[in-house]
């Protein structure tokens, strides 16, 4: 029986009892019944309310995964919890993306598709210990992970964790990062065992059989001379690159014109055209200011320009436009254009000639004396300037080549550089 009925039905036992028995009038005795019932009645209420406030927490703390399954959905990196059995308790969206055939309350061993994985969940239960794994995907495309799964234990020393948390981080662009480091110190290594090896080839010849042949050695000790500069050449466009590298997010600050710019690197390679019979052209504004570091931005139409005399060549006509246009977000930018009408370039190669060392014919690249890092070059420093690089070109057709740079405005001309 209910405590509150258990109460009511003495009470009016004992009243009724009172009233017969002539110890209470009537009225007081239904009184007395009364204000007891109603006294037991609300407070007894009042003890249901106090459980009845403390159940929503029992019931929180009956169904755990609620506030579990909150944080991890929460969680930036894919992640699963299991239960002590291995079935899944929750995952988050990015889990499920990462293993689609995973549902909440199924034994993780039976669908997820990553043996490594599935072995380290094996190790973190009997050992109550966290296991790192790592492991790739093939398919759709070559991607890394690493899997953390950790044992948690909520009570203390149990036999068996009862929960396992399993994260994963993405290495991919870590891979990729360490691919193209691995890729670019080979390249580099070759690159200057290439020369190395022709000097010291030419060393050994003018050691021995060329000892006593003057015509020979003036002949050996030219080409040597060569093979020396391509390496000065090569090193000093290393550590230009990890140089601006190394200044990649700091902005240049101050203001630098680019028409004086443009027209000193003609100038200084006037003797190179002359050489190739082109003629080079300028067309440009009075002033065109940037913010700008003046000798990186010399170092960009340097490549350039020297890229149109040695490679378009034929055409024999290099053109250099400096014009303020707009960029495709519509705001000011300096724009300048190299053209040259040599053969030009084939659609494949163009989105690859930024790379180190990617040459479209390495043969022809080393007969101009080039290293390939020229256009790396370019594309860094414009980086480090918020510019970039366009590049147009039709085979037969020659080749432009535009540098875009946001442009400011500088209030007196004295200030420029
Ligand atoms: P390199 O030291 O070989 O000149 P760059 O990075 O400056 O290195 O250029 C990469 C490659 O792009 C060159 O080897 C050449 O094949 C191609 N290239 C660059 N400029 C031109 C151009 N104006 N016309 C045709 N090909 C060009």
Not at 81 to 110: F, H, I
């Amino acid at each position: 029986m209910a405590p509150r009925a258990l109460v009511s039905l003495t009470a009016a036992i004992v009243f009724a009892a009172l009233a017969i028995g002539n110890v209470l009038a009537v009225g007081y005795a239904v009184a007395g019944f009364a204000v007891i019932t109603l006294s037991v009645f609300l407070a007894l209420r009042g003890i249901a309310s106090e459980e009845a406030r403390r159940l929503p927490l029992a019931t929180v703390a009956e169904h755990a995964s609620d506030p579990l399954e909150a944080v991890i959905a929460g969680m930036p990196d894919p992640v699963i919890a299991l239960d002590r059995n291995g079935r899944v308790l929750t995952l988050n969206e990015r889990a499920r993306a990462l293993a689609p055939a995973l549902r909440q309350g199924e034994p993780v061993s039976l669908v997820l598709r990553m043996p490594e994985v599935i072995d380290a969940i094996g190790r973190a239960y009997a050992s109550g210990e966290e296991q790192r794994v790592e492991y790739s995907e093939r398919i759709p495309i070559d991607r890394w992970f690493e899997a953390i799964v950790v044992p948690v234990k909520r009570q203390a020393d149990p036999a068996r964790p009862d929960l396992l948390l399993m994260t994963f981080h993405d290495l991919t662009p870590l891979r990729h990062v360490e691919e193209m480091r691995a890729d670019f110190v080979a390249n580099a290594s070759h690159e200057l065992r290439t020369p190395l090896a022709a000097l010291s080839a030419f060393i050994e010849t003018l050691q021995g059989t060329a000892r006593d042949d003057a015509k020979a050695r003036e002949r050996f000790l030219a080409i040597m001379q060569e093979q020396a500069r391509r390496m000065a050449r090569l090193i000093d466009d290393l550590l230009s690159l990890s140089r601006i590298e190394q200044n990649a997010h700091r902005r240049p600050d101050t203001p630098a014109d680019l028409v004086p710019i443009v027209h000193q690197v003609v100038d200084g390679l006037e003797t190179l055209a002359r050489d190739r019979g082109v003629t080079v052209r300028i067309d440009a504004e009075s002033s065109l200011p940037v913010l700008g570091e003046h000798d990186e931005l010399v170092r960009v139409f340097e490549n350039l320009v020297e890229n149109a005399l040695k490679y378009g060549a034929p055409g024999k006509r290099v053109e250099i436009s400096v014009r303020r246009g707009l960029s495709s977000e519509g705001a000011a930018e300096a724009q300048i254009a190299v053209r040259d009408h040599g053969p030009g370039i084939a659609p494949e190669h163009v989105p690859r000639l930024t790379e180190r060392f990617y040459r479209v014919d390495v043969t022809e690249s080393r007969a101009q004396g080039g290293t390939g890092l020229g256009l790396a070059l370019v594309k860094h420093i414009l980086n480090r300037h918020r510019g970039r690089l366009s590049i147009e070109s039709v085979l037969g057709r020659g080749a432009t080549f535009t540098v875009h740079l946001p442009t400011v405005t500088v209030p007196a001309a004295a200030e420029i550089s």
